[in-house]
């Protein structure tokens, strides 16, 4: 019975292999213009919830006359590409039509997207306080690369606590410390890291030295934000026991292509920092805005996942799912949630607008 059930769905991929062909325009390396995009990335397992998978040729919905695959090359039957599930885990499919295919082994993900199952409800978007309007807050978001074993980091916090102090810094700027100098480390993430400690980025695009000193940070941070913010963002989040449900939404102030990124960040953890400059004081062993998760890792950088193309008001959504461990202080955590513009994953992306806002409420969109 195995077999001609795998005979039968080889036969259904060859017949819509020959009818797309038909119907599709074609190219060279068999990407590029077609996508597998689904209505939603997390559901619950209950059998119920209900994501929609597409495939979009040249922005044309082909899915009839295509094969959705799951991680396992196997042939997915999906009615009119519904997919369900009944326990929880992650769920991988990729596409062809004719001789399209969304499968690329250039790129980590190889060209398959996720649907997580959950037995946790998941939020729904923020309501929005103002549907008509897309002037927002915009705030620069600031990557600090340090460690506790750092010698020379403690030049960078210092900058950063005079700006917050100050006050120049808060409302701003968004702080999200990446401790991934050294794995002795309390705070310690394995990546993003870079070459060169102390260091941090301005919308993850820009580099800034200590060097430079505080009065240059100050001044790039006001030209990151000088300009209108290209997109505003709200959310929603949801802890249920150990697991953290994030629905982050993203709403257009002009045309273009958009990602989204949710980093969870602990603050009070105690760490005794190598000063070798005698930089500090007993304040520098307090550790504040930690990284303990970074969920918008995208073809080998972290600049957001992509939500797709939106003109301006329009919106889409992303749910980030994330496992608190027992050693995070649950009342120490927050969200730094940030939305970038461009061609995601490219020189040309960057962080466009950034939050932090709390575990436990929703954040709506906030205007000038």
């Not at 200590?210 to 940070?217: Q, R």
């Not at 292509?257 to 603050?267: I, K, P, Q």
């Not at 969920?295 to 939106?310: E, Q």
């Amino acid at each position: 019975m195995k077999n001609i059930f795998k005979i039968a769905s080889l036969l259904a991929a060859a017949v819509m292999l020959f009818a797309c062909e038909e119907d599709t325009p074609q190219n060279g390396d068999n990407t590029g213009d077609i996508i597998l995009v689904s209505d939603k990335d997390v559901i619950q397992s209950n059998g119920q919830d209900v994501a929609t998978l597409k495939v979009l040729v040249d922005g044309q919905d082909k899915t009839s006359v295509s094969v959705i695959y799951d991680q396992n090359n196997e042939v997915v039957e999906l009615d009119g590409g519904k997919f369900t599930a009944n326990k929880d885990g992650e769920y991988k499919f990729w596409a062809t039509c004719g001789t399209l295919s969304t499968y690329n082994k250039e790129y980590e993900e190889n060209g398959l997207i996720t649907i997580k199952a959950i037995s946790v409800p998941v939020p729904q978007a923020t309501a929005d306080p103002q549907p008509e309007n897309t002037t927002f807050a915009h705030r620069a978001f600031l990557t600090q690369y340090t460690g506790t074993g750092c010698g020379y980091c403690p030049y960078m916090i210092k900058i950063l606590k005079e700006l917050i102090a100050d006050n120049t810094i808060p409302g701003k700027a968004v702080l999200a410390a990446v401790h991934s100098y050294g794995n002795q480390d309390p705070a310690y993430i394995p990546t993003p890291r870079v070459s060169n400690y102390p260091f941090l980025h301005i919308d993850l695009k820009t580099g800034f030295s200590h060097t430079n000193g505080a009065s240059a940070l100050y001044s790039q941070v006001n030209s990151s934000i000088a300009s209108d913010a290209k997109a505003g963002i709200s959310v929603n989040p949801s802890l249920v026991g150990k697991t953290l449900v994030v629905k982050v939404s993203v709403k257009a102030a002009v045309d273009g292509e958009f990602s989204v990124g949710a980093w969870l960040l602990e603050d009070g953890i105690y760490g005794m920092q190598s000063d070798y400059d005698n930089v500090g004081d007993d304040t520098y062993d307090h550790h504040e805005n930690c990284v303990r998760i970074a969920d918008s890792k995208y073809r080998g950088t972290y600049l957001g996942l992509p939500v797709g193309k939106l003109k301006k008001g329009e919106t889409a959504e992303k749910t980030f799912v994330m496992n608190v461990k027992n050693a995070w202080k649950v009342e120490n955590l927050h969200l730094a949630a940030f939305v970038s513009y461009g061609e995601p994953a490219t020189s040309g992306c960057a962080v466009c607008n950034a939050v932090d806002v709390p575990i436990d409420q929703p954040t709506p969109f906030e205007y000038k």
